[in-house]
């Protein structure tokens, strides 16, 4: 399957890597996506371009697949002179820090030390600047406009978050515009609190039974807490979204490019399928569908030898014959699945199959890079010169 | 020697909430199911529970019954599985306190009321909690036996998995006065009652699976103050030759390798997929001693199962290697 539909799919993964400014690596979790990610960012910076691979997963596996103890939240160079010493290309890795991100943003919007300094003291922003649903999503974007304009990068590769639905990735920045909007504040909050005096007038009487609710629930300090967050983020609330709509048409132009990553595991590529069927319909730019950690079938690399029988032990003979029977039946039921996933999302794939070693030094990630793009042709020389030993993806 | 696996599970269900987390794709649930089951036998009533599963994916799937979704629906004799929907929870609450149907309603259907919900911080996290603790109080109608004896919840993966048990301290903090924040301390409270809640975390033999389960084991205890009490060391390559027999695929080289096994398949074929098992099986090994030497817990191992989707006979044989070892 994978000489056949592998070569075109590859191809086109590799000239986005090559050509274009972003691209953001999806999927559901634990289907290898940050190894995508650090692996296409090493690719690219092999072939010469000036890369950023950036994630914010909060469980910094990025450093993990780099061979890194911590990354920080401002870019930091990987030593790339023993993997390829002649190359011109850089690769620069970065964990981004929400929290962080946020403040920097409160504070490029505020006019003002002393809106900033309600802001940022008020004990509401401080619990949720990190953990408001959505921030990791937001700040990643937002974030991602800075960096895409950042002399230093010819590709910013962005991991996304964790999240149990891909496509979280893409709503969550809306929901957290949602919130922010003015006029939840207006419906239940803001009256409440305006000039900090208490007064019970709201607009509507849905409106006040929310929130005498929410008074006897909450406590009036945690209302009046948030009635200030809320008024103190009214006047940055155009700010904020004049910049959710610039990377959102960032993300939809040509210079962006979608990965999205699965296992042969059914429910991950039932998830890439769902995601690969928003992205064409809302027109954001589709580069690649990697499936990581193809089981290879190892009757396909050893064609049936029809000499004679082995001289082995009976309970050697039989072991290995259990082996290779468990190999070949996990194999075949995966191929299955990958090609309805490639007949349903109407796409080739690019197949990676799985490695006998774990990934998480550079060496691996170029091999990973390798088994994904060297068939592209060009680009890396190194990719495509070393070729793995426990190659034998069908 | 007498199952380390069937001491753990002694320990583990004597408690009334089990919370297992771990990074994404290393079959939480699976483990789950197989923990549900496993007590299930040792004539437990046990509820698995959910959080916003896709229904593909449902645990109830892998126990051979049809997705629950978020009612709790028996799926095997005494074992019962729920899919909670943090919205779903909301409404039910917010019904709850309104308790006038049409004043409920008005506040449901109000747009804000749903963008609020999407994205409050902590909120669903803290209504899906508070669920949980009213189904592990839940009593029988009259005879006011607990509805269940083990709560297992499968949490969100780890990175969100630790913000999902910091939510109750965090509440407790922001709300000093009323229900939400005594509720969010009841909450933290048992949580951190070793003798009611377990929380144990799930990995596979890799790197960064093996490295979030030790950071999540560290942090739950520094951040959270709930101690890690077993780790899980699911998809385990275990050994399938003899040591001679290992040494001696790896000397028969696959390429010069010519003839047949008994049933007719390539003896190329079967020493690459040999050797591939054995590389594999020599990992599960490594990241089993490097999991052991990081922390003083119980680490049990589950086999690698070579399917690509678990069903109910995959969970039955995982909850044997639970009982026996």
């Known amino acids: 399957m994978r000489d056949r539909i592998g070569a075109p799919a590859a191809r086109k993964l590799a000239l986005a890597a090559r050509e274009r400014r972003i691209l953001v690596v999806c999927g559901a979790g634990g289907v290898g996506k940050t190894t995508t990610a650090a692996a296409l960012g090493l690719w690219a910076a092999m072939a010469g371009r000036r890369v950023l691979v950036c994630t914010i997963d909060p469980s910094r596996r990025l450093a993990t697949s780099l061979g890194l103890d911590r990354l920080l939240d401002t870019p930091k160079r990987l030593d790339l002179s023993r993997l390829a010493p002649d190359s011109r290309g850089t690769l620069w890795a970065m964990m981004l820090d929400t929290k962080r991100t946020f403040d920097t943003l409160v504070e490029r919007h505020t006019s003002g030390a002393e809106a900033r300094r309600r802001i940022l003291g008020n004990r509401f922003y401080q619990q949720v600047s990190s953990a408001l649903a959505g921030s990791h999503e937001y700040m990643a974007m937002e974030k991602l406009l800075d960096l895409s304009k950042d002399e230093r990068f010819d590709l910013v590769v962005l991991d996304t978050p964790p999240t149990r639905h891909a496509l979280d990735f893409l709503e969550a920045p809306g929901r957290l515009m949602g919130f922010l909007d003015a006029s939840v504040l207006r419906w239940f909050l803001k009256p409440y609190f305006v000039a900090g005096r208490l007064t019970l007038k709201v607009a509507t009487r849905t409106g006040a039974i929310a929130l005498s609710l929410a ?11 948030l009635s200030e967050f809320f008024l103190a983020f009214e006047g940055m609330y155009e700010g904020f979204k004049e910049r959710a709509e610039k990377v959102h048409a960032l993300l939809r132009s040509e210079l962006a490019g979608f990965v999205l990553v699965a296992s042969p595991v059914r429910f991950t590529l039932d998830e890439a399928l769902y995601f690969h069927r928003r992205l064409r319909d809302s027109a954001m730019p589709f ?46 039921a995966e191929r299955k699945s990958l090609a309805r996933l490639e007949v349903d999302a109407g796409e080739p794939l690019v197949l990676v199959p799985e490695l006998e070693a774990d990934v998480h030094d550079l060496r691996g990630l170029r091999e990973v890079g390798g088994l994904m793009l060297a068939e592209a042709g060009g680009g890396s020389s190194e990719g495509k010169a070393r070729r793995p030993r426990a190659r034998h993806g069908g | ?84 929907d943090p919205a779903q929870v909301m409404e039910e609450y917010v019904r ?16 804000i009321y749903h963008r609020f919900l999407a994205a409050a911080p902590g909120l669903k996290e803290l209504m899906v909690l508070g669920k949980i603790m009213m189904l592990e109080e839940a009593k029988d109608g009259w005879s006011r036996r607990p509805r269940y004896d083990l709560v297992v919840v499968d949490a969100p993966a780890t990175g969100h998995g630790l913000s999902f048990l910091k939510v109750p301290g965090a509440a407790a903090e922001a709300v000093p ?46 951040e959270v103050g709930i101690e890690v009490v077993a780790l899980f060391l699911n998809a385990c390559h275990e050994r399938r030759f003899t040591a001679a027999q ?21 003896l190329g074929a079967a020493l690459v997929a040999a050797r591939h098992h054995i590389r594999r099986r020599k990992l599960t090994q490594f990241y089993e001693k490097r999991l052991r030497q990081a922390v003083e817990l119980p680490v049990v191992s589950l086999p690698y199962l070579f399917q690509d989707e678990i069903g109910p006979a995959a969970i039955r044989l995982l909850a044997d290697r639970l009982e026996a070892a």
């Not at chain 1, 008074?215 to 807490?225: N, P, V």
């Not at chain 2, 197989?34 to 892998?62: F, H, N």
């Not at chain 2, 709850?96 to 747009?111: G, Q």
């Not at chain 2, 000397?251 to 007719?264: F, I, M, S, V």
């Open chain 2, 246 to 266: 290992e040494a001696e695929v790896l000397r028969l080289g696959a390429d010069q390798a010519r003839g047949r096994l008994a049933d007719g398949s390539s």
């Open chain 1, 215 to 225: 008074d006897r629930f909450l406590g009036l300090q945690f209302l009046q807490d």
């Open chain 2, 96 to 111: 709850h306190t309104v308790r006038f149907e049409v004043l409920a309603r008005k506040i449901l259907d109000n747009p």
């Open chain 2, 1 to 84: 020697m007498v199952g380390l696996a069937a001491v753990i599970l002694d320990q583990l269900l004597t408690r009334r909430l089990l919370v297992l987390s771990g990074k994404g794709g290393v079959g939480k649930s699976v483990v789950g199911s197989a923990l549900a089951l496993a007590a299930t036998r040792r004539g437990k009533r046990v509820l698995m529970v959910e959080i916003d599963t896709p229904a593909v994916a449902e645990a109830a799937r892998y126990l051979g019954a049809l997705p629950v979704g978020r009612k709790e629906t028996e799926v095997l004799p005494g074992l019962f599985t729920v899919n909670l």
């Open chain 1, 287 to 332: 580069v690649g569908l990697v499936v990581n950690r193809v089981h290879p079938d190892p009757t396909r690399s050893q064609p049936t030898d029809r000499g004679p029988r082995a001289q082995l032990a009976a309970d050697l003979d039989a072991r290995l014959a259990q082996v290779l029977e468990d190999q070949r039946r996990l194999a075949r």
């Open chain 2, 177 to 222: 006065v009323g229900p939400v924040g005594t509720n969010a301390r009841r909450l933290l409270a048992l949580l951190r009652d070793p003798s009611r809640t377990a929380l144990a975390v799930v990995a596979v033999p890799e790197e960064m699976a093996v490295v979030e389960a030790l950071e999540f084991t560290e942090s739950a205890a520094a």
